[in-house]
């Protein structure tokens, strides 16, 4: 294991440890992926994340089966679907996915998320579309995310979680922390009499633009 791959299992581990202490998870049912040449390093199965060094971590080459990988521990379950977006999406480096109350919430519902505010900008597009079910570890769960996921940088699984993507592990955190926040704003919204006032797709259109020419300044760590 060199030093570039090190930094990154450890990175990796203490993202899984914040987005636990921050609320964004919940026990071990979160897992985060990164790209590594052609292969991915991966959280494992069932482990966790306070007792998780970086040798228990997975490493898959994209073209495996699933049957194929370097490590002590299973891989995360979810595998599948880090594999098969980090193969679709040549912008993305790493994969958050976790079970956030709020963004669950609607994904539960099996509602998109609108434009109630600008910042649904930050994935891509006018709102944040939430896939169909299929049961985890599944090609179909697999398909469900990189249908919802297209043109898109985070998404919803129905009755499951969220994942999101970008092309840092920073990036994807931070990425997974505005979408549950624009959950909380989207839900609490819904109680006020009258409901969100939801943004015109015109608009959105020039924030992801503006954001594009800008940058979303977030620090690198793989």
Not at 124 to 142: F, I, K
């Amino acid at each position: 294991m060199d030093d570039q791959e090190l930094k990154i299992r450890e990175r990796i581990i203490e993202l899984c440890r914040e987005m636990n202490r921050n609320g964004l998870n919940q026990g071990t049912s979160g897992n985060i992926s990164a790209r590594l040449g052609d292969r991915m390093i991966l959280t494992p199965s069932g482990t966790p994340y306070d007792t998780m060094t970086p040798d228990m971590l997975v490493s898959m080459p994209l073209d495996s089966d699933g049957t194929v990988w370097d490590g002590p521990l299973k891989p995360s379950t979810e595998w599948r679907f880090h594999r098969d977006i980090l193969r679709a999406r040549p912008d993305a480096n790493a994969v958050v996915h976790a079970h956030p109350i709020f963004a669950t919430a609607f994904a539960i519902a099996r509602k998109d998320i609108p434009a109630c505010h600008y910042m649904v900008a930050v994935f891509g597009g006018h709102d944040v579309r939430c896939g169909g079910y299929a049961r985890y570890g599944t090609p179909e769960l697999s398909a469900e995310a990189l249908k919802a996921l297209e043109g898109r940088t985070g998404c919803l699984l129905a009755n499951h979680g969220i994942i999101t993507i970008a092309d840092s592990l920073d990036k994807a955190m931070w990425r997974a922390v505005e979408l549950e926040t624009l959950a909380k704003h989207y839900h609490y919204a819904l109680q006020i009499e009258g409901g969100p006032v939801i943004l015109p797709k015109e608009e959105i259109d020039g924030v992801v633009q503006g954001f594009a020419s800008y940058g979303l300044q977030v620090p690198k760590a793989a």
